[in-house]
């Protein structure tokens, strides 16, 4: 069965500090693997994906997510968090053998603290 | 460009009643969804179209039905509401198999 694991509802970081919002996944095929942000009473918009190649994805605002298949994570980081980038994220998988359906974590709400 | 369009934005319905959300989308994008949020749960799916003239059940698709009309629009139906379907509802749409997801502004909707 596909799945995305967000163990974490809640994470809190002081302003400045580094951040890390985990994401663990199981799908069948080869992982096409998503992060998207959602401010509140908003859509979700997209922040970065990895496909193939580099395991070490930049995306926007300054996030990147690095891709480890043995561990099957892509953990969302960030080296300075800012207040604005409090919000709720989510993580999302597709597989090479899923079809078309994308699989969502269950968010990770990021509060960083001024 | 105004990208994934939602209707209406908030709707309060009665156990019973019947409605129809609308979502268009204006990138020439082949694949719609439509999911439903609900706290703690993320984003579950409750119908997709690969293309049009396509439509196949997601994960939650009991009490809805879908059409899409032409490439630009999927519409997302419920006809008899109960207050299980009380949530934030977003469609989507991709431009192909692997890019990502573009979001409505959601729908939030609840059946008293």
């Known amino acids: 069965a596909q799945s995305v694991a967000q163990p974490e509802d809640q994470v809190n970081v002081a302003e400045g500090n580094p951040l890390t919002v985990k994401c663990t996944y199981s799908v069948s095929g080869n992982p096409y693997l998503f992060w998207y942000v959602q401010y509140p009473n908003r859509g979700l918009q997209f922040l970065l994906k990895?496909?193939?190649?580099?395991?070490l994805v930049k995306g926007s605002y300054g996030f990147e997510a690095e891709f480890n298949k043995s561990q099957t994570s892509f953990h969302l980081k960030k080296p300075s968090a800012l207040v604005s980038d409090s919000a709720l994220y989510f993580c999302?998988?597709?597989?090479?053998?899923?079809?078309?359906?994308?699989?969502f974590g269950t968010g990770t709400s990021l509060t960083v603290i001024p | 460009n105004a990208g994934v369009t939602q209707t209406p934005k908030f709707q309060v319905l009665k156990t019973g009643q019947s409605m129809t959300l609308q979502c268009a989308q204006d990138?020439?994008?082949?694949?719609m969804y439509w999911y439903r949020q609900d706290p703690g749960m993320g984003l579950r799916l409750i119908y997709y179209?690969?293309?049009?003239?396509?439509?196949d059940k997601g994960e939650v698709p009991n009490g809805y039905n879908v059409s899409r009309l032409n490439k630009r629009e999927f519409s997302l139906r419920l006809e008899s509401a109960a207050p299980s379907q009380t949530s934030v509802y977003f469609c989507?749409?991709?431009?192909?198999?692997?890019?990502?997801?573009?979001f409505g502004q959601g729908t939030r909707l609840t059946v008293v």
């Open positions: 989507a749409s991709i431009p192909r198999w692997i890019a990502e997801a573009f």
């Open positions: 179209s690969a293309s049009e003239g396509t439509t």
């Open positions: 999302a998988v597709r597989g090479s053998n899923t079809g078309n359906q994308f699989y």
């Open positions: 990138m020439n994008h082949n694949s």
């Open positions: 990895y496909i193939t190649g580099d395991n």
